[in-house]
């Protein structure tokens, strides 16, 4: 099993930047693929950007595609969500979460371990 903990969330304008950072506990880290999802007020949660437990491949929505940038550190245990020139509505709630040996799948239930969630208010 592995415990996630997502920190870096808050409030920015529009256009400025947040990093997220997403800490998991355990020794096995190397072998979870991990993602960040993201819920909306109202809305379903829905796919950002996945990175694959070898690092090799990444997963991007198209709405984030070249804003945002997933990355990990399989020393530190800790995946990033570098999000850049940010609008009003990418406010909601990012979840990290991870699946052992998984694909890039933007599928949710794809993934068995969650984090609690930061939220993330991005203001016009």
């Known amino acids: 099993q592995v415990q996630l903990v997502e920190s870096g969330g808050g409030l920015v304008q529009a256009g400025g930047s947040l990093r997220l950072s997403c800490a998991a506990s355990?020794?096995?880290?190397?072998?979870?693929?991990m993602g960040w999802f993201l819920q909306a007020p109202g809305k379903e949660r829905e796919f950002v950007a996945a990175?694959?437990?070898?690092?090799?491949?990444?997963n991007y929505a198209d709405s984030v595609k070249g804003r945002f940038t997933i990355s990990r550190d399989n020393a530190k245990n800790t995946v990033n969500l570098q999000m850049n020139s940010l609008k009003p509505e990418d406010t909601a709630v990012y979840y990290c979460?991870?699946?052992?040996?998984?694909?890039?799948?933007?599928?949710?239930?794809?993934?068995?371990?969650w984090g609690q969630g930061t939220q993330v208010t991005v203001s016009s």
């Open positions: 355990g020794r096995t880290f190397g072998t979870y693929t």
């Open positions: 979460a991870a699946e052992r040996y998984g694909t890039v799948t933007s599928r949710e239930t794809s993934y068995t371990y």
């Open positions: 990175i694959r437990w070898s690092g090799s491949s990444t």
